[in-house]
């Protein structure tokens, strides 16, 4: 009970830390320290710039065949929980035609990259991200197909669409940084330390963001729709518990430091890409910003006592 009680606080502590750097974001907007223009330029600068940097900088260490075992098997995890959570939202989600593919889409992703990847970091260290990136890896390669088939209405896929699922910052920062690390090759000091310091940005400026966006977030559209309720239960309890039991289950074959990144990763809330595709595409974007920014906020509560359970028994 105590150990519980400690992995709880542990976690709480680092969510709170986020949420205090939330806090800041949504400081500087309501005193328009930051506009929307400013901070679409620090989304493109952490994507472009910061998500691969990030990557790189994790992947520089000795290389370890057990690792290159983990990281394979968590390929296939990752890749398997994302497949049963599009089984659920294809049996749950309900709704119009621009209601419904955000409801599908927000219970299938979570924002694992700019909130799971703080969050592991801060609880597992480099070697949590290491893992981390695995499910974003397999997030943009889904997003950027099944994804976006389902917020254009068709199944079919041209090249156009095709390029982003397998060429975006997680699949170059993989490609860059996974040979460099079966070859345990270290980056020039001169190299190496613009990239650390880089990928360090990573936390700050996502909660920036995300913080930013809270501020003006209308949860209206949220609270009338019925089927919100459902994905986002899925999405930050239902799923992640189920998740813990699949990994409670294999545990004798998997690696501690994997199962818990791969946790963190599936309770995040969701994904803020969700909003982006329904603004291209025309969908309720009203809603997919209540759904981010509401899952946000609960994963406060959530996100903590599932991780710790985890801790707890991975």
Not at 47 to 72: E, H, Y
Request: glycine share 8%; net charge positive; hydrophobic share 60%.
């Amino acid at each position: 009970m105590t150990s519980a009680l400690h992995n709880l606080a542990t976690v709480a502590t680092q969510v709170g830390v986020l949420f205090a750097l939330m806090a800041v974001g949504a400081l500087c907007r309501r005193l328009r320290l930051l506009d929307e223009p400013a901070v679409k330029g620090i989304v493109n600068v952490l994507i472009l710039v910061v998500t691969p940097c990030l990557i790189v900088d994790v992947f520089q260490r000795p290389f370890d065949p057990a690792m290159l075992r983990s990281f394979g098997a968590a390929f296939a995890i990752a890749f398997a929980a994302h497949a049963a959570l599009v089984a659920l939202a294809l049996l749950t989600a309900r709704g119009g035609s621009r209601s419904r593919p955000v409801l599908r889409l927000a219970t299938v992703f979570s924002n694992a990259g700019f909130m799971g990847v703080p969050l592991e970091y801060a609880i597992l260290g480099p070697e949590g991200v290491f893992y981390g990136i695995v499910y974003v890896a397999v997030f943009n390669v889904l997003i950027w197909s099944w994804g976006l088939a389902e917020m254009r209405g068709e199944a079919r896929l041209d090249a156009a669409s095709l390029r982003p699922m397998l060429v975006n910052p997680g699949t170059v920062g993989i490609a860059v940084g996974l040979p460099l690390f079966l070859l345990s090759v270290s980056l020039p000091q001169v190299v190496r330390t613009p990239v650390h310091l880089m990928s360090e940005m990573n936390t700050p400026l996502a909660m920036l963001v995300i913080g930013f966006y809270l501020a003006g977030a209308d949860f209206r559209r949220v609270l009338v729709t019925r089927g919100a309720y459902v994905a986002a239960a899925l999405r930050l309890v239902a799923f992640p518990l189920a998740f813990v039991g699949a990994l409670w289950l294999l545990r004798a074959w998997l690696d501690r430091t994997m199962c818990l990144a791969l946790v963190v990763a599936a309770s995040a809330p969701v994904a803020a890409m969700v909003t982006m595709f329904s603004s291209k595409y025309g969908r309720d974007v009203d809603l997919s910003v209540g759904m981010v920014s509401g899952t946000t906020l609960l994963s406060i509560a959530t996100m903590p006592p599932v991780i710790a359970l985890a801790m707890a028994v991975l």
